[in-house]
């Protein structure tokens, strides 16, 4: 569990964009979770409203965006990966050498009050 | 006056500033020589007692220094440092992960300079260290035979970012039934071509393989 190291480093973040507008309240932000991230999206949505007390964010709607593991597959292109099969093609079980998506944990946006 | 709220779009990675701190750690290990070393694993899977082997059998060969992270105690450093290596705790507290401001916080009690190899003993746990760039040269990703064969399958991020996977307790593998293969293909499933270890830090089988990858070797 380390979500709230995870929350932690968003308010950070969030703060710093706040900061270059010139803003000093957000009342939303989205959030972007990978499959492959090893965040679990609804312990960081738990350990959110506690971080952001007493910072620009608190009592920030956050909401998370999944992002599904997507592997090149040498014959089919990109593919949408299911994690219990790991980087294996879902139609020829083929590996699939790298993610091309799905390892992301990023701030995607905010609504500055 | 009131405004109307602003969408603004960022898409900036939350862990920026960790992998800013790392790429720091990184320059100074290359500037030092030094090749750093994140180990990782779930606890008991034998990360303190393959580093005390191998601080014993390489001793002679190169100089190495352990920093190693621990929720609450300095038992893994006092162990490691019966080898006459220099051995750094780094108390986490409640942080079940050791991240990049805290091995740049622990380098100052070591002189890189005199270092070949330094290990980054990450605390156990295959969750929360598999998102924190340490800086690292090299991870190496831990699983003993005395756990279940589908670990890399439930902890992919972890395994996903392993440049070496290490097979621990080879000595134990008859006795508990350990499924060779189905852990290997698990492995491969997490991290496709992913090189793979076996070892046993008691008896001392496969050992050549894992120096050879401490020492950098391809």
């Not at chain 2, 070496?164 to 698990?186: H, P, Q, S, W």
Request: net charge negative; proline share 4%.
């Amino acid at each position: 569990m380390h979500e709230a190291s995870i929350a932690l480093s968003l308010i950070e973040v969030a703060c710093d964009v706040l900061r270059e507008h010139g803003a000093s309240r957000a009342s939303a932000l989205t959030v972007r979770v990978g499959q492959w991230s090893s965040v679990v999206p609804e312990a960081l949505i738990a350990a959110f409203p506690a971080c952001a007390e007493g910072t620009p964010l608190e009592g920030a709607t956050l909401t998370i965006e999944r992002v599904p593991g997507v592997g090149d597959c040498p014959d089919h292109g990109p593919v949408e990966l299911d994690v219990r099969r790991g980087l294996r093609c879902p139609l020829c079980d083929a590996p699939t050498s790298t993610l091309v998506q799905g390892d992301e944990l990023e701030l995607d946006s905010l609504e500055i009050a | 006056m009131t405004t109307a709220p602003r969408i603004v779009t960022v898409r900036q990675n939350i862990l920026k500033t960790n992998d800013h701190t790392a790429a720091g750690n990184r320059q100074t290990f290359q500037a030092a020589g030094v090749r750093a070393i994140n180990l990782a694993s779930s606890p008991g899977a034998g990360k303190t007692a393959l580093l005390e082997r191998t601080l014993r059998d390489l001793a002679a060969e190169m100089k190495m220094a352990v920093a190693v992270g621990d929720l609450a105690t300095d038992n893994d450093a006092a162990r490691l440092r019966q080898w006459g290596a220099q051995a750094e705790q780094i108390v986490t507290g409640t942080v079940c992960h050791l991240d990049a401001a805290m091995v740049r916080d622990v380098l100052l009690r070591f002189d890189l300079k005199a270092l070949d190899v330094l290990f980054l003993e990450n605390v156990g746990n295959l969750v929360c260290p598999s998102s924190y760039d340490l800086g690292e040269a090299a991870r190496a990703v831990l699983i003993s035979t005395t756990e279940g064969e589908d670990k890399p399958l439930k902890y992919p991020t972890m395994f996903n970012t392993a440049d070496v996977v290490v097979i621990t307790k080879m000595d134990l593998a008859d006795a508990v039934g350990f499924d060779r293969d189905l852990c290997r293909e698990n492995i491969d499933r997490a991290r496709p071509g992913v090189k793979v270890i076996e070892l046993s830090s008691k008896s001392g089988d496969g050992l050549a393989a894992w120096y050879s990858f401490v020492r950098g070797e391809r």
